[in-house]
């Protein structure tokens, strides 16, 4: 695998995972739940993400050659890039007027 395809399979594994949360009322997309997911589980589960997104990412780099070290910058431009991603499911979830014909 190329190194471009591997980075293309990382932004897209990092959006379609940054807007899990948002998009389903099970745990991780799999998990059913009992009551619908609150706020604080939606954001924890996108932590959650965030960190298996960046152990692809991780795996990536290794099988691609020798891993880069890592400063807080990288986790902290990352983490802000993954909260960006997730923003078309927030408004989904959150904004977006679901059900009403109201014009």
Known sequence: MGQALSVW??????????????LT????????LAVPKSLGVRLAELVLCYLVVGAVGLLLEKRAGQIAPQGWE??????ALFITCAFPGFVWRYLWKHGSNNA
């Open 9 to 22: 399979l990382v932004l897209l594994a990092a959006l379609a995972a940054a807007n899990l949360p948002f």
């Open 25 to 32: 009322q099970r745990l991780m997309g799999v998990v059913p």
């Open 74 to 79: 990288f986790y902290a431009v990352t983490g």
